[in-house]
C-alpha cells in the first residue's frame, strides 16, 4: 500500500508553541486540497507526530486526544479522511522508539496497512521528520521555513507550501 504520513504542526497546521486547545487547529494554506489530490490518487493518509507536551506537563493525553478528533472531524467535513493519527508522547530524554526519527509507528504502519515505504512518502518540516523518512526508504518533504534552512539539502524535496505536492507527483510519473 502507498502511503503519504505528514508531521503534523508547521506541516498540516500551523505550529503553535504546545498546541493544547482543538480551538487552535488552523490548517496551512493548501493542505485540505493536497489531502483530498492525495487521496484520488490512491494513497492512505496518516499523522506521525511527537507531543512531547504531554510528558512536559503542558496538556494531558485525553487533551491530545480530543485535539485530534477534532483534527479528524474538521477534515472529514471537507471529505479528507486519515487512516491514523499516531503520537509519541515522551520527553526527548526518554529516547523511546516511538519519537521520531525511531521506527516503531512506521513498523506498526508496515505490519497493520501493508504499507510499502518504497512507494510512500513522509511530510514534515523538522530534521527529525527528514531522518525517520530516510531511515526507512520513504521519500521525504521538507516544508520550508527559516528555522530548517540548513537540512534542506537532507530532502528528496523542499517546498515552500503543500500546493506544491501535486506537482512533485506529476513530474515523478512522467
Known sequence: MKAFLFDRDGTLIVN??????????????CAIDTLKFLSSKGYKLFIITNQSGVKRGHYSKSRIDEIHRE?????????????????????PNERCNCRKPGDYFLKLLVRKYDLDPSVSYFVGDRRE??????????????????????????ADYAIDNLCEIPEILNEESS
Not at 16 to 29: A, V
Not at 71 to 91: A, D, F, P, T
Request: proline letters at 5%; a positive charge.
Open 16 to 29: 503553535k508553541h504546545y498546541l493544547s486547545s482543538p480551538t487552535g487547529i488552523r490548517f496551512l494554506p
Open 71 to 91: 483534527l479528524m472531524m474538521r477534515l472529514q467535513l471537507e471529505k479528507v479522511y486519515i487512516s491514523g493519527i499516531l503520537y509519541c508522547e515522551h520527553h
Open 129 to 154: 521528520d527528514i531522518e525517520f523518512g530516510k531511515k526507512w526508504g520513504l521519500k521525504t518533504i521538507l516544508i520550508k521555513n527559516p528555522l530548517n534552512v540548513e537540512i534542506v539539502n537532507l
